[in-house]
């Protein structure tokens, strides 16, 4: 989903706010090629295993038929499954890491001191919150949502996106019912996992391309950060 372009609206915005659109953007960049090189390369696979067919001499015609359809089962989990899945999962992480980068660096530059954090939250939900309730900035709904694709990125990176093998699996299964486009999955053989529909990625970038930007800007007129 790409962005109209504004002339008046660029030329008004600081470093921090172009900066956060740019890794926003190689992300939505990533998904996109990544996507759209999947599709011609599983249709490469099945065009090359079609001539194969063709080039082979099967004795039973039961084996042909089996091996045929094992086959293409093979190249639909391989490109629908397995490659698609992993770069979502890898979108994600970056998507989580962008918002961290971002978050951190105006930590740093707070003009106030941050009371300490608790160790079961995320150091960037924890700054989200901080600013939010100095500034009355409304973004419950935003933080929790954050915090939400947090616990999926730690799925992921920390269990291989495997609901019985993640620690807080309850709580995970709770994070995922309020997240339209990702869900609990049997698609991966090895149990139920993390599904990442198609489409979910892009409109997550979206919505914090709309509000993350922005918070410089009014952090700075309330005086909570060095200029």
Wanted: hydrophobic residues 40%.
């Amino acid at each position: 989903m790409k962005t109209k372009f504004d002339l008046n609206d660029f030329l008004d915005q600081t470093f921090f706010s172009l900066d956060i659109h740019t890794m926003l953007g190689d992300v939505e960049d990533f998904v996109e090629f990544s996507e759209r090189n999947m599709e011609w390369q599983k249709y490469r696979e099945l065009r090359r295993a079609e001539r194969e067919f063709e080039e082979e001499d099967f004795d039973d015609p039961r084996i042909e038929a089996q091996y045929r359809d094992q086959t293409l089962e093979g190249v639909e989990y391989r490109f629908e499954v397995s490659l698609k899945q992993r770069v979502r999962y890898a979108a994600l992480t970056a998507l989580i890491t962008t918002v961290e980068w971002c978050l951190i660096s105006l930590k740093n530059r707070a003009s106030f001191d941050f009371p300490k954090k608790p160790n079961s939250k995320n150091e960037a939900a924890y700054i989200l919150s901080i600013f939010n309730d100095k500034m009355t900035l409304g973004l419950e709904a935003k933080i929790q949502f954050f915090e939400n694709l947090v616990q999926a990125r730690n799925c992921i990176v920390h269990a291989a996106g495997l609901l019985g093998s993640y620690r807080y699996e309850s709580q995970l299964r709770q994070s995922l019912d309020t997240l339209h486009g990702m869900k609990v999955s049997s698609i991966n053989f090895l149990g139920e996992s993390i599904e990442i529909e198609q489409g979910f990625l892009e409109s997550a970038i979206e919505d914090f391309r709309l509000w993350l930007p922005t918070l410089e800007k009014t952090a700075l007129q309330h005086g909570h950060l060095r200029k």
